[in-house]
């Protein structure tokens, strides 16, 4: 079978390759279900191992946490069948705890743990589950990873309910869209920020209230007047940076940020300020597997659909994807069809 894997690099800087090798196609054991892989999609995760920026990388390893397929082989009984289209939970390790993880947690894809950019995936009965049947290839194999990462730091972290104010920050990636998708579907009021204003017009399209470019350095009082000067209750924020300062006036009183990165810099500046108007820093990091099964549950009932940017056709494709997502230039998730009669 052909696989995407990561191949060591001794260039200045740090740029690993992502190869596409042929791999033994993989044999199931107890309690094991072997998938024909329809579609795979990436993470910034991905991007972060090629530049040596990501913990327990691992050369020679399959790429990719998120993916879409159908059941060709089960071992044992199984509440699966033949032919399933399932989606794979994309770690291991953290079962239901809200805290976090009970035991070692990894995440599928270029460590300890193998990934899905593969035409096979082998993978343990308790971690697929039922795609939504809404949703096409693309649209499912975008969902796992940054789907619950979403879930968790809106619900979980967030408690994000019908009629909060909540603000987005950096539109456009992946987990903010996710965010932002489950956030409108709770009746919740969406503010967006961006430092590009079609992203801000887009996601107004995807039922945000407004938006603000934070390149502006009014940013915060702009956001105001868009609110009308109502408070923020919940910011879902993955940029880190200076941007709690900001956020420390916008929120009400005892508001909450949910951190769940730091793509600015690996670091905020919580204040006093923000002490006394008892405002809370909520560190999130992906979910559990019940988060996941509750994610699923709740993109089936309210028929969330998945933003997807581009799709490639075949792994060989793979290169493509990484050169938009070292741009930046995407507005949702990149995606690989593994094949032609895909559902996509």
């Not at 596409?20 to 107890?30: F, Q």
């Not at 993880?101 to 995440?107: N, R």
């Not at 997807?308 to 494709?317: A, H, I, T």
Request: proline letters at 3%; glycine letters at 12%.
């Amino acid at each position: 079978m052909k696989a995407v894997i990561v191949e060591k690099s001794t260039a200045t800087p740090v740029y690993h390759g992502a190869k596409v090798v042929d791999l033994p196609k993989p044999t199931v054991e107890d309690n094991q279900v072997l998938l024909e892989v329809n579609a795979v999609s990436f993470n910034h995760r991905d991007l972060w191992i090629r530049k040596g920026q990501y913990p327990g990388i691992i050369f020679g390893s399959v790429f990719g946490a998120d993916g879409v397929g159908r059941i060709v082989d089960i071992k044992n009984p199984s509440k699966h069948q033949l032919g399933d289209r399932v989606v794979v939970m994309p770690s291991v390790g953290w079962d239901k705890d809200t805290r976090g993880p009970e035991e070692a947690y990894y995440i599928l894809g270029g460590g300890h743990v193998q990934g899905i950019f593969s035409e096979y995936f082998v993978a343990q009965q308790e971690d697929i589950f039922k795609a939504p049947e809404h949703l096409t290839d693309a649209e499912a194999a975008a969902l796992p990873l940054a789907g619950l990462t979403a879930y968790r730091a809106v619900f979980t972290k967030g408690h994000v309910s019908k009629g909060q104010n909540v603000l987005i920050t950096g539109i456009g990636g992946g987990v903010a869209l996710f965010a932002l998708s489950f956030c409108v579907a709770a009746g919740a009021n969406v503010y967006v920020t961006s430092s590009d204003d079609a992203k801000i017009i887009k996601a107004v399209r995807l039922g945000a209230k407004g938006g603000v470019n934070y390149k502006d350095e009014k940013w915060g009082a702009n956001l105001q007047r868009l609110t009308g000067g109502d408070p923020i209750d919940v910011v879902i924020d993955g940029a880190g940076g200076d941007g709690v300062k900001t956020f420390t006036h916008v929120l009400r009183l005892g508001g909450i940020i949910v951190s769940y990165g730091m793509t600015v810099k690996p670091k905020v500046d919580y204040t006093m300020a923000a002490v006394l108007k008892n405002i809370e820093i909520r560190g999130s990091t992906m979910g559990s597997r019940q988060e996941f099964q509750q994610m699923l549950e709740f993109v089936r009932v309210h028929k969330v659909k998945p933003v997807v940017s581009e799709v490639w056709q075949g792994l060989e494709s793979a290169e493509h994807a990484f050169e938009v997502m070292k741009n930046g230039s995407q507005f949702g998730k990149l995606v690989l069809s593994l094949r032609t009669s895909s559902k996509l």
